[in-house]
């Protein structure tokens, strides 16, 4: 079992950044890709990216191509997501969640997931 723990939600005004963290225990942490996703209200989740294992391979929605970028630390067992140039419509919900396959945009294939952690990004 893969248990994860998202942080660095927050209220951000529009054009500012924040860096969500993902920390993992109970796995080879090395042997899961990792993806992000968020959830709006009223909205179904959606892919944001992912990385690889090794960190070496990463993909993004296009909403945020650009914005956004994915990273981890292996020895830190953690995954990142940082956001820059945050608009109103980048408000939701943000999960991590752990495949132990390949980086997939679709949700199903994860097997892990975190609890979420909060993004408001204010006009």
């Known amino acids: 079992q893969v248990q994860l723990v998202e942080s660095g939600g927050g209220l951000v005004q529009a054009g500012g950044s924040l860096r969500l963290s993902c920390a993992a225990s109970?796995?080879?942490?090395?042997?899961?890709?990792m993806g992000w996703f968020r959830q709006a209200p009223g909205k179904e989740r959606e892919f944001v990216g992912g990385i690889s294992g090794s960190g070496t391979f990463t993909y993004y929605a296009d909403p945020v191509k650009g914005r956004f970028t994915i990273s981890r630390d292996n020895a830190k067992n953690t995954v990142y997501l940082q956001m820059n140039s945050l608009k109103p419509e980048d408000t939701a919900v943000y999960y991590c969640?752990?495949?132990?396959?390949?980086?997939?945009?679709?949700?199903?294939?994860?097997?892990?997931w975190g609890q979420g952690t909060q993004v408001t990004v204010s006009s």
């Open positions: 969640a752990a495949n132990g396959k390949r980086v997939s945009s679709l949700s199903c294939d994860y097997d892990y």
């Open positions: 109970g796995g080879t942490f090395g042997r899961y890709a």
